[in-house]
Structures are given as structure tokens and as C-alpha cells.
């Protein structure tokens, strides 16, 4: 079964430096996003991306965070200037070119700002 | 954000037993409803979902309610399984393709 993956799993970073999280899609899906949970929080939406741009982004997705899909098979969240409060499990997830067919989610980056 | 609450943080069941897990919302302009089931380092994945336009759709042993006029969604299991036991995430739509909006999760214990 297609499933979506994530690289690395578990990502440590000091404050400041900036971080690439990578995601490879469901291959024939036509729908990205990026979510994020911090430890005991819900999961919070931060982007969709569509047709190579984003479609929405919600406020946690400030001037530090942007997204790609550099070789259409690719798709990363950077985030540059990390601070602590970046520490989170993200989670990218695609939909397929049918929109409604549900999000298939990543098995998520853990993310550690020191 | 509290467009969308799961009230009970946990659930247990007995094995055999119904599952009820509840999720309430403040808008109306939502029009998808989606569960999704986590375990412990793995993303959610799908259970089952439905449309402002039903007000129930079943998958063998998963059940979706849904009442627009009381803003509530509900998800039954019947029988419950050991593994069942996993966090339990409504999620909620304005348009499909947008967007999910979570609920903080009820993490369901089912002990045979």
C-alpha cells in the first residue's frame, strides 16, 4: 500500500540554525500539507500546497517557514532561525487528485530545538 | 483555538463493549467530518468520515453520527478490540481538500 515518508525522524538543531524536513508524497497525489504537534497539543495545521504554490497557511507559518517541491516528487518545510518553541512532531501529509478522498499523514519528524 | 473539543481525554472499555468517543464544534460552516486513529510514534491514520449532508455513515465496525443541529460528531465502535486501544482524533473540514482542524485527541484503553 502507498504511504507517505518522512526523513529524517528525529531531527536535533540548535537555536537559530535552520532545518530541512523532507516528505515524499503518495506519488499520483495532488494535495500537501504540513502539520505540527507540540508534545500534549493538538495537531495544527500550517500549509497546503497546490498546483506549486501555497494555498493556505495558517499564522503559524510565519516569514521562518517555507515550503517546496523541488523535483515533483519531494516535498520540504524549511525552517530557518529556529527557536525553541519550534520543537514539535511535524507531519506532512498528502490528498489525492479525488479531494474527497481523506489526508494520508507521514509517520512525522520529531523536531528538538536546543 | 477552541473550534473543536473532544471534552474526555480518555476512554476505557471493556473488549466486546461499545466505544463511544464524542467530539463537539462552534461552527457550522464546516462540511467534513473525519476520524482519524494514532498510535504512539506513527502519523493518524484515516478511520472514517462524512459529509454535513448524512447524518451517519458505517464501515464495518466504525459508525460516524453526526448532528448538525447540536454541533456534535460521534464515533462508535461495536465490538471493541484490544487493538482499538490508540488516540482518537476528530477532524473537521470547511471545504474538501482544505485544511483539517483537530480535536486534542480521546485516547482509547480497550482491555480484553
Known amino acids: 500500500e502507498p504511504e507517505v515518508t518522512q526523513t529524517p525522524s528525529h531531527q536535533v538543531t540548535q537555536m537559530g540554525q535552520e532545518v530541512i524536513l523532507r516528505c515524499v508524497p503518495i506519488s499520483n497525489h495532488l494535495y500537501f500539507y504540513w502539520y505540527r504537534q507540540i508534545l500534549g497539543q493538538k495537531v495544527e495545521f500550517l500549509v497546503s500546497?497546490?498546483?506549486?504554490?501555497?494555498?493556505?497557511k495558517s499564522e503559524i507559518f510565519d516569514d521562518r517557514f517555507s515550503v517546496e517541491r523541488p523535483d515533483g516528487s519531494n516535498f520540504t518545510l524549511k525552517i530557518r532561525s529556529t527557536k525553541l518553541e519550534d520543537s514539535a512532531m511535524y507531519f506532512c501529509?498528502?490528498?489525492?487528485?479525488?479531494?474527497?478522498?481523506?489526508?494520508?499523514f507521514g509517520p512525522g519528524t520529531r523536531l528538538t530545538v536546543l | 483555538d477552541q473550534q473543536v473539543k473532544q471534552n474526555s481525554p480518555s476512554l476505557s472499555v471493556q473488549e466486546g463493549r461499545i466505544s463511544i468517543l464524542n467530539c463537539d464544534y462552534t461552527n457550522s460552516m464546516f462540511d467534513y467530518f473525519l476520524w482519524y486513529k494514532k498510535y504512539p510514534a506513527e502519523g493518524p491514520t484515516f478511520l472514517i468520515s462524512i459529509s454535513s449532508i448524512k447524518d451517519k455513515n458505517e464501515d464495518g465496525r466504525f459508525t460516524v453520527f453526526l448532528n448538525k443541529s447540536a454541533k456534535h460528531l460521534s464515533l462508535h465502535i461495536v465490538p471493541s478490540q484490544p487493538g482499538d486501544s490508540a488516540v482518537y482524533f476528530c477532524a473537521l473540514q470547511y471545504n474538501q481538500g482544505g485544511k483539517l482542524i483537530f480535536g486534542q485527541g480521546t485516547e482509547l484503553s480497550v482491555k480484553p
Open positions: 500546497f497546490y498546483n506549486n504554490e501555497i494555498s493556505e
Open positions: 501529509a498528502s490528498g489525492p487528485p479525488r479531494v474527497e478522498d481523506e489526508q494520508f
